[in-house]
């Protein structure tokens, strides 16, 4: 680091042009007198004695005891960790300070524009940690270094992840299932069916700015386009080289019936009980029903998936997952008993 990037960095420190001066010129020279500091900092001598005091009350020097006094630089090392501690308090206080009067812009419906890559970063970070289902995951190779200690726990958490990885085939495993391929496109999270990120994959060559923009995205429909997007237009391209054999251990929770019919399927499961909460499609009102599975649907294309249950008083209910409009029911979460 050159002399000019040390000063400028000193005044962001709150440091005026002639306490630089004399502050570097001591920490060059050592301890001087305030005569031999005026003149070697080229401060002007009727100036000298506010700079030294000014430089005391900041931490960055002391005085001798003896005659003549001398002005002692204190030791660099120890003077950055004191700025760093009361730059850390502060910045708390502040946090602390706006959290309180800060009006929240994610709501149900809202689409957040990021330019910084540590915004987006700490925006992934949070949705991995919020994660409680299933995690949809589509990003370089690079990147998911820094995000492999966290994806690892949540999936020994029993988190579902499904990741897809533009690059190389040394991947660690993650995910539950892994798929790569050369050939990059958007990167994209998917944290259950609350959360989404979407950037372009170049938006990633800006250093500590992205090359553009990232969206964060906690609209519903949104984030079903997102879905869909990453399980039938990205999903089917890539080659797979981890995939976990499916366990099943009941009861277990499901946000996407998709999930549910692919156990049904091998595991060969057939009159389960199971609990669904979601809302009546036609309606739009909310229900909670419980009942026995006695059919269940997927066609060709993976692109529609249902269950058939007949309720105790033997009323059948066509569920769909996601966004269901052909169905009975909208299913939110269904729950798969013994």
Do not use: C
């Not at 850390?88 to 890559?117: C, F, M, N, Q, W």
């Not at 990147?143 to 949540?154: A, I, P, S, T």
């Not at 294309?301 to 008083?313: F, G, Y």
């Amino acid at each position: 680091m050159d002399e000019k990037e040390i000063k400028s960095l000193l005044r962001e420190f709150g440091l005026n042009e002639y306490e630089v001066r004399a502050y570097l010129t001591l920490i060059r020279n050592g301890p001087l007198t305030a005569g031999e500091l005026a003149t070697l900092s080229k401060v002007p001598q009727p100036r000298i004695y506010d700079v030294i005091r000014t430089l005391m009350a900041k931490g960055f020097v002391t005085t001798s005891q003896g005659r003549p006094k001398q002005v002692i630089p204190l030791n660099p090392e120890s003077v950055m960790n004191a700025i760093k501690q009361r730059y850390d308090e502060r910045i708390e206080a502040l946090k602390s300070a706006l959290e309180e009067i800060y009006t929240p812009h994610g709501e149900i419906g809202s689409v957040i524009v990021v330019k910084s890559r540590i915004t987006l970063e700490d925006y992934i970070r949070k949705a991995i940690k919020n994660a409680r289902f299933h995690m949809s995951i589509a990003v370089p190779r690079e990147f998911l270094k820094r995000l492999e200690k966290e994806l690892r726990e949540k999936k020994d958490n029993n988190v579902r992840i499904n990741l897809f990885l533009y690059g190389e085939n040394d991947v660690p495993p993650v995910a539950n299932e892994i798929r790569i391929r050369d050939v990059p496109d958007p990167i994209i999270i998917i944290q259950d069916r609350d959360m989404g990120v979407y950037l372009p994959y170049e938006a990633l060559s800006g250093g500590s700015s992205l090359h553009g923009y990232g969206l964060i995205i906690q609209d519903n429909n949104l984030l079903f386009m997102l879905d869909r997007y990453f399980y039938h237009a990205l999903w089917p391209t890539g080659r797979v080289v981890y995939r976990e054999e499916r366990e099943l251990k009941l009861p277990r929770e499901y946000i996407h019936i998709r999930e549910l019919v692919a156990d049904l399927k091998t595991f060969g499961l057939a009159g389960m009980r199971v609990e669904v909460i979601g809302r009546f499609v036609r309606s739009g009102e909310p229900v909670h029903l419980t009942g026995t599975i006695v059919e269940f649907f997927e066609d060709e294309h993976k692109v529609i998936s249902n269950i058939t249950v007949e309720t105790e008083e033997g009323t059948r209910y066509v569920v769909g997952g996601w966004n269901a409009s052909l169905e009975d029911i909208e299913a939110e979460r269904i729950i798969l008993f013994e």
